[in-house]
């Protein structure tokens, strides 16, 4: 299932929430512009369900029948997840002698697909702000990287 | 509502991404991500609205017999 935030990068046609039908209203447009079949779950307009799981804009977690956490990431990698899903499933079914649940952490350098020109539109479907408000904060990126 | 609560959610619910930024609101998302349960620990249980039907859905419910995918995200 899909868990409905806050805007990222809102602008003049897709705002930011001031009210929960304003939030609602922005969760259908998701829902038919993106095409998502999966139940969406809208979280309240103070991101209380953001805030408990760690507030990044596209993460996923996977929890485990019973509520414990077995996979979380501060990006969403559809390749990443379903590959996680097929070696958990398989090794908690089976559970040869020998073999114990362990906890690592992985961090990862890909190479994604950047399509920047497409990027910017979805930027500017947002409304033209959203598009100048993201050039100013690779602005103000650089300038941390280089501090 | 009361006033807090709209400031809380105020807060939440940036209006410009440009000054979020330069008030470092992504770094303390990144921060609060690692302070967020680690794999092997319970995770946070809520309700929260299903946008079709507008029931009221517990996660509990969800991942009671089978795991389960969260995503999160928006329109932008």
């Not at chain 1, 805007?7 to 003049?12: K, S, Y």
């Not at chain 2, 609060?32 to 509990?60: H, I, K, N, Y």
Request: one cysteine or more; charged letters at 25%; hydrophobic letters at 40%.
């Amino acid at each position: 299932m899909f868990v409905y935030t806050r805007e990222a990068h809102p602008g003049e046609n897709v705002p930011w929430h001031d009210s929960f039908g304003g939030k609602l209203a922005c969760a259908r447009l998701l829902r038919d512009e993106a095409g998502i079949r999966r139940d969406i779950l809208v979280d309240d307009i103070a991101g209380t369900v953001h805030r408990g799981y760690g507030l990044m804009p596209n993460m996923t977690w996977v929890i485990d029948r019973g509520g414990r956490v077995v996979y979380k990431a501060d990006w969403t990698s559809a390749a990443n997840v379903e590959a996680f899903l097929v070696r958990f499933l398989a090794g908690r079914g089976r559970r040869p002698a020998g073999t114990a649940a362990v906890m690592y952490e992985t961090q990862q350098i890909e190479f994604r697909h950047a399509d920047r020109n497409r990027f910017t539109e979805h930027l500017l479907r947002n409304g033209p702000r959203a598009a100048a408000e993201f050039e100013k904060a690779q602005e103000l990126w650089a300038r941390r990287s280089a501090t | 509502m009361g006033e807090k609560d709209h400031e809380h959610a105020a807060s939440y619910n940036y209006s410009r991404f440009d000054d979020y930024v330069a008030g470092g609101g992504d770094l303390a998302d990144e921060a609060a991500f690692r302070e967020s349960p680690p794999a092997g620990q319970r995770a946070g249980d809520f309700t929260l609205q299903r946008l079709d039907d507008g029931a009221q859905v517990t996660l509990s419910g969800l991942w009671r017999s089978k795991p389960l995918v969260m995503e999160f995200g928006s329109f932008t």
